[in-house]
């Protein structure tokens, strides 16, 4: 029986249908579930489908199809659409924004996301609504909070409130025709070549909902009073050791992340940058909290199961999907040399992760064009590069961006040069 919750999404890609409206509806807490789309092929496909759609879960022995029912997909520029969205808005009490980017909170003037969301909670009728922020941002949420807030004119209730989010579940679009078939992959709907395929982990974390007698519809996610501690385990742990082993996999050649569970050198490579430089620095900086996470066992775990879940055949992650949007991958906070600070400022020597920020300078290289490298760089070996021009490539990457630890990160990665060269050539 389908209790009183409303969710409204943003956004229909794997993680909104593989995680939240996945979740709400096998919840059985929702009386209605809405997604805001602007791909008008999508949601005519799903319409005509009656409102059902298919997930393809993949666990450690196989792949799980999953059916999902009564899903409304609502165009906030066609009118009609955009009039429905608002009524559900009124009623929701979960909204979950699943975007490319923060910056895209904004973006559509009266129609944006921002903009639709302020006007909803202007007019909401429940006793409680709580918005989870799913981009791939430490601050989503405040950042969707601030927008929010600008546009209703006065402040907001204190029974609403955006929460951050912490999502390791790894996910994709499948668009190849060939690997649906090999996989085996239900499409979206029949007849749109197209697959969600989702992996089976669904430790979510979420900031802590603080309003009073209000109980979330969907109840899987796991909260915390302090994100942040667990969002840089995912950023500098999670997230670094994929990029570390698509970028090092990249340079010898190989095509899916799975042909690096044999390569034991590769895979020792990932260990060790996991445990030894993200791990220890992290227990170093949040053992005090007493979580299990930020134990050497707690945090071995971690990394043992990600690194199975990362090479897992029934994923079938491609290297050119965890190698692309290199420019942002390499920036000089992000994900890569974010966690080689974090292991300098802890005094740990992160020639481990330096071996994959050289590899990323060779797979930049690689796709100079796409990349928009200047044309000074793009040297087509990257066995060719000298001191001064990974200098120089490194502070074109790094144009605008600050950080205290720069003349490290640089040497760490002219001395991992010659490294990799062994490596690739093994």
Known sequence: MMAGHTLTGFGFGPIQGGLFAKEAFQSGNFKRIAVAEVDAELISAVRTNQGSYYVNVAKADGIETLKIDNVELLNPNVLADR???????TQSTEIATCLPSVKFYESGRENSIASLIAEGLKNNTREGTIIYAAENNNHAA???????????GASLRRDVKFL????????????????????????????????????QFNRILVSRTTIADFKPGIGIFIEKDDLLPFEEAKLYGHNAIHSLLGFLGAMKGATSMTE????????????AAFLQESGAALIKKYAKLGDELFTESGYRDYAEDLLERMTNPYLGDTVARVT????????????????????????IQPKNMALGAMAGVGVLLKNAVENDLPVDFRISDWRRLDDDTIERILGWLWAGQRCKSRAELILNVRYARKRLENLANV
């Open 260 to 271: 690096l569970k044999d390569d034991k050198t590769l895979m020792e490579i990932g260990r």
């Open 142 to 152: 405040e950042i969707l909070r601030e927008v929010v807030a600008g546009r209703t």
């Open 324 to 347: 692309r949007d290199i420019n942002r991958k390499l920036e000089i906070n992000g994900r890569i040399f974010g966690t080689m600070q974090l292991a300098l400022e802890y005094d």
């Open 83 to 89: 009039k429905i969205l608002r009524d559900v808005l």
């Open 164 to 199: 951050n989010t912490v999502i390791g579940k790894m996910s994709r679009v499948v668009t190849d025709p060939a690997e649906i078939a090999e996989l085996k992959l239900a499409t979206i709907v029949p007849g749109l070549e197209r697959a969600f395929l989702v992996e």
